[in-house]
């Protein structure tokens, strides 16, 4: 087994979730790369392997926890147990009370929220035991603000916040760093790009900026955690 420093990021995408994986590579972190698809993760184990970092792909269903953590097994048995978990996944639908359904509700709310809860679960017994770890929680301007039609979004990263601050308050006093980070803007993905072509970059996050603010929370000395960061454009109103 590897004796590197093990970071686990859940939600990988060509976006946030790519950046990260990357910046924590740059810092010799191995990198298990959890999404639902073993192609969004494959991609980008290519290229933090292309520029001499190690990572392994490990597909799992973020709301079920017996894929979760059998992704997670498959990572400490190749890379080692995990000092970092970043949970990134995420998903919502736009739409009305009338027009959305109690299903699309549920399933929002277990990728926001029941996920992170169900991937702290299983990397917290190997920082515990070490007594020091890092979790990492992505959150939106939703996490804040539940806007006209965005139910199915602001349901589950409300949800996301209360977990992170309840983790916070209970595993902080062990040697565990838990933070939330929220998003309050777009982030400048190929999606995005596809969806308003000829958008100012300057209106939208870049993943590798935000990225940086991932690794500094982790890189943090104990005598000054912080919890919670909001990062946005600088154009951005709030």
Request: aromatic share 6%.
């Amino acid at each position: 087994m590897s004796s590197n420093r093990v970071a686990i990021v859940v939600g990988v995408g060509p976006g946030l979730g790519a950046a990260v994986s990357r910046r924590f590579a740059s810092e010799g972190f191995s990198i298990g790369l959890v999404a639902r698809t073993a192609a969004t993760c494959e991609a980008v184990q290519r290229e933090i392997e292309a520029a001499g970092g190690r990572a392994l792909s490990a597909p799992a269903d973020a709301t079920d926890p017996a894929s979760v953590a059998a992704a997670f097994a498959r990572v400490k048995e190749s890379l080692g147990p995990a000092e970092v978990l970043i949970y990134n996944a995420g998903a919502f639908r736009v739409a009305g009370a009338l027009e959305l359904t109690p299903r699309e509700l549920e399933d929002a709310w277990r990728i926001n929220c029941l996920g992170g809860f169900v991937s702290a679960q299983a990397a917290l017994p190997d920082m515990l035991e070490r007594g020091r770890g890092t979790l990492l929680f992505t959150g939106a301007t939703a996490s804040l603000r539940g806007g006209a039609r965005f139910a199915a979004l602001a349901v589950g990263k409300f949800g996301l916040r209360a977990l992170a601050q309840s983790l916070a308050r209970e595993l902080g006093p062990r040697g565990i760093h838990v933070a939330h980070v929220i998003v309050d803007g777009l982030i400048d993905t190929p999606r995005v790009r596809t969806m308003a072509p000829g958008r100012d970059e300057a209106t939208m996050l870049a993943p590798e900026a935000l990225a940086e603010t991932y690794f500094q929370l982790h890189a943090q000395p104990p005598s000054a955690w912080t919890h919670e960061i909001d990062v946005r454009p600088s154009m951005e109103k709030f």
